[in-house]
């Protein structure tokens, strides 16, 4: 390369932030969500990109890649082009599945960018309405004496819901038949209907069927009562004081995406967190949009650094890898 084809792409290196952040976007934007249509992410996802669309001007459009605990979809994003027009929206999982899984598609540091954390939702342990248990500690006691015939239905390793399943396992020493699905949306369904027995799930996903009276509810894995279903014990009121796990979800973009369409994004999600209906929606479902300053592509990056060496050990005592 001669020296003026090198000042000259330095010259439209430094000229692509400023117009770039002045047309980005000008088509739609698909945000990946790694599990099924109709679950949890889902549901967070929907919530938060409608917001964003009317901020960017475009549609931010969800596309579920379920499957692997939700490593699929991630690997799908981290292959994308990084123009900026593809978009994760992925959970805990984005950290956990680093150690869960001895081979990744994607190395989840370096692969991509942060732009910001979303929300921190609650789990809820619940089971199918006609459970034969009416508390948490009927309910260990029925578990142990039934471990070959109660099913605990998940997304797979390196979802939340196997995440949470992995604790009660830990925390029961029992271990249970667990039934696979490409996210809790499709196993609610099976809990609902009874094919399966048990789970652990985000608030997003559990508080309408919950209040619907279509399954049962035993605790919430976190310190305090919810307001939205201030009746609910905690885990630590119920007897599984060691149990508490929040499920936070971020949004990323491949690596080698320009600054300036992060910037905007995560300006666009920071309105969207400030949304009254984002907000109302996440109260009614037990959870808190985060606040501003997490809401930004630095500290969702280092969130995820700190998160994968918390979780590492964690799972490496339990002793849980996929392939
Ligand atoms: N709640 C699921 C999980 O266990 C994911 C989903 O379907 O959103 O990770």
């Not at 770039?20 to 698909?30: E, N």
């Not at 809790?184 to 309408?208: E, F, H, K, R, S």
Request: aromatic share 4%; net charge neutral; proline share 6%.
């Amino acid at each position: 390369m001669s020296m003026k084809t090198v000042l000259f792409a330095a010259g439209l290196a430094v000229l692509a932030g400023p117009a770039l952040a002045q047309s980005y976007p000008d088509r739609p934007i698909t945000m990946v969500v790694p599990f099924a249509a109709g679950g949890p992410t889902d549901t967070v996802a929907r919530l938060v990109a409608q917001s964003m669309s009317q901020t960017l001007g475009q549609q931010v459009v969800i596309e579920n890649v379920g499957g692997a605990g939700g490593t699929l979809g991630a690997g799908r994003v981290a292959k994308a082009d990084p123009d900026g027009y593809t978009l994760l929206l992925h959970h805990i999982g984005q950290a956990t599945s680093a150690t869960l899984y001895r081979k990744l598609p994607y190395k989840t540091l370096e692969d991509f960018k942060a732009v910001g954390l979303v929300t921190d939702v609650p789990m809820t342990i619940v089971t199918r309405k006609d459970f034969p248990a009416k508390d948490l500690k009927e309910l260990i006691a029925y578990v142990k004496a039934n471990k070959d015939k109660v099913t605990l239905g998940n997304a797979g390793v390196g979802s939340a819901s196997h995440l949470c399943g992995m604790l009660i396992q830990e925390a029961i020493q029992t271990q249970l038949v667990t039934a696979v699905y490409k996210g809790t949306g499709p196993a609610m369904n099976d809990l609902v209907g009874g094919q399966i027995d048990l789970m652990c799930d985000q608030t997003t996903n559990t508080t309408g069927q919950i209040k619907g009276g279509a399954i049962k509810a035993y605790a919430v894995t976190t310190p305090k009562r919810l307001p939205s279903m201030p009746d609910l014990p905690t885990t630590a009121e119920a007897g599984l004081p060691n149990l508490q796990v929040g499920i936070w979800h971020g949004i990323y973009a491949p690596k080698g995406t320009p600054d300036a369409a992060i910037q905007k994004l995560s300006e666009a999600l920071q309105k969207a967190l400030a949304d009254e209906n984002v907000i109302k929606r996440f109260a009614e479902l037990g959870t808190l949009p985060e606040p501003k300053e997490r809401a930004t592509p630095a500290a969702h990056q280092q969130h995820v650094a700190s998160e994968i060496a918390r979780w590492k050990s964690v799972i490496e005592a339990a002793g849980v890898f996929a392939d």
